[in-house]
């Protein structure tokens, strides 16, 4: 699933001084808070449960512009996102605050073999251009 933004290609990373990609696989804690944006695209933001070394961590994503079956994803549904680390600011009771969540670029079911083998083919591209 594309968000809409166009991510870097890999020839545009290999002249970047920097390189900020994130892969998550995990399940949904619950499901999706959609809004709608003053620019009327739509955003969801999931919490993605990952669990390493047996520790649960939980790991919040926005998706900009969400196809629908992301939309109707529900706790326990298990995905995989390739994104970048973002912190994004807001204002909150009259305070600024901020959150650090990863911006995906693409959202796949972990059973869809489809879709997770365009993932893997993405994932490799960027590895290639970091390794470049």
């Given at each position: 699933?594309?968000?809409?933004?166009?991510?870097p290609?890999?020839?545009?990373?290999?002249?970047?001084?920097?390189?900020?990609?994130?892969?998550?696989?995990?399940?949904?804690?619950?499901?999706?808070?959609i809004?709608?944006?003053?620019?009327?695209?739509?955003?969801?933001q999931?919490?993605?449960?990952?669990?390493?070394?047996?520790?649960?961590?939980?790991?919040?994503?926005?998706v900009?512009?969400?196809?629908?079956?992301?939309?109707?994803?529900?706790?326990?549904?298990?995905?995989?996102?390739?994104?970048?680390?973002?912190?994004?600011?807001?204002?909150?009771?009259?305070?600024?605050?901020?959150?650090?969540?990863?911006?995906?670029?693409?959202?796949?079911?972990?059973?869809?073999?489809?879709?997770?083998?365009?993932l893997?083919?993405?994932?490799e591209?960027?590895?290639?251009?970091?390794?470049?």
């Amino acid at each position: 699933m594309q968000n809409g933004k166009s991510a870097p290609d890999a020839a545009s990373l290999q002249d970047a001084a920097s390189f900020n990609v994130a892969v998550v696989r995990g399940a949904c804690s619950s499901p999706p808070e959609i809004r709608v944006l003053p620019s009327d695209q739509r955003l969801a933001q999931l919490q993605i449960t990952t669990r390493i070394g047996g520790r649960a961590m939980s790991v919040p994503v926005s998706v900009l512009d969400p196809a629908t079956w992301v939309e109707g994803l529900d706790a326990g549904d298990e995905v995989v996102v390739l994104g970048s680390v973002r912190r994004r600011f807001f204002r909150a009771g009259g305070s600024t605050a901020s959150r650090v969540e990863i911006e995906a670029e693409v959202v796949c079911g972990a059973r869809d073999q489809r879709r997770s083998r365009g993932l893997r083919r993405r994932i490799e591209e960027l590895l290639e251009a970091l390794e470049s």
